[in-house]
T-cell receptor, first 111, second 109 residues
Framework: DAGVIQSPRHEVTEMGQEVTLRCKPI?????LFWYRQTMMRGLELLIY????????DSGMPEDRFSAKMPNASFSTLKIQPSEPRDSAVYFC?????????FGPGTRLTVT | RKEVEQDPGPFNVPEGATVAFNCTYS??????FFWYRQDCRKEPKLLMS???SGNEDGRFTAQLNRASQYISLLIRDSKLSDSATYLC??????????FGAGTTVTVRA
């Protein structure tokens, strides 16, 4: 069975550029979560969706971050403009009940 | 106070040894508990859920103590492949999970 799919796996960009991260959840899962992980702050929840509707975006750091889920099989996390402090690993996870299954992550470096 | 606290370790143990560590949580309303493992530069993966009565999955045993607000994980007969960071995870009253910073375990030959 396919797990959560994320792309790209690695992204290196310059400060000020727009970055779009993509996620395909496990088929049938109705919850989707976006996380950010850094050494300093650990794993932080940014936003989560239920049935494509954003439920809680209180973890989104600022207006430069936005997330969408246009359908049950696709979500994006966009950073515009990107800054060096956005460098982190961004994980997408999906769930049907409480156990969450993570994608391989996107390692973002902003120079 | 952090919602989930873990001893970061590292716990360095020889192959075949038993290793155990705890995690404490501050929200007494927490409803579900899990252990995830994370290998270096990989995603967190669900290891096991933790049930009120305690539960085993092969060499892994998890316990929950609601009165003292901690959960524990014990690994018997450690393998080299058990080397990882173990994340204590809890759910309160919605679908959000709270993750601890992790306990690092290194099993040496």
């Amino acid at each position: 069975d396919a797990g959560v799919i994320q792309s790209p796996r690695h992204e290196v960009t310059e400060m000020g550029q727009e970055v779009t991260l993509r996620c395909k959840p496990i088929s049938g899962h109705d919850y989707l979560f976006w996380y950010r992980q850094t050494m300093m702050r650990g794993l932080e929840l940014l936003i989560y969706f239920n049935n494509n509707v954003p439920i809680d975006d209180s973890g989104m750091p600022e207006d430069r971050f936005s997330a969408k889920m246009p359908n049950a099989s696709f979500s994006t996390l966009k950073i515009q403009p990107s800054e060096p402090r956005d460098s982190a690993v961004y994980f997408c996870a999906s769930s049907l009940r409480y156990e969450q299954y993570f994608g391989p992550g996107t390692r973002l470096t902003v120079t | 106070r952090k919602e989930v606290e873990q001893d970061p370790g590292p716990f360095n143990v020889p192959e075949g040894a038993t290793v155990a560590f705890n995690c404490t949580y501050s929200n007494s309303a927490s409803q579900s508990f899990f252990w995830y493992r994370q290998d270096c530069r990989k995603e967190p993966k669900l290891l096991m859920s933790v049930y009120s009565s305690g539960n085993e999955d092969g060499r892994f045993t998890a316990q929950l103590n609601r009165a003292s607000q901690y959960i524990s994980l014990l690994i018997r007969d450690s393998k080299l492949s058990d080397s990882a960071t173990y994340l204590c995870v809890l759910r309160s009253n919605d679908y959000k999970l709270s993750f601890g910073a992790g306990t690092t375990v290194t099993v040496r030959a």
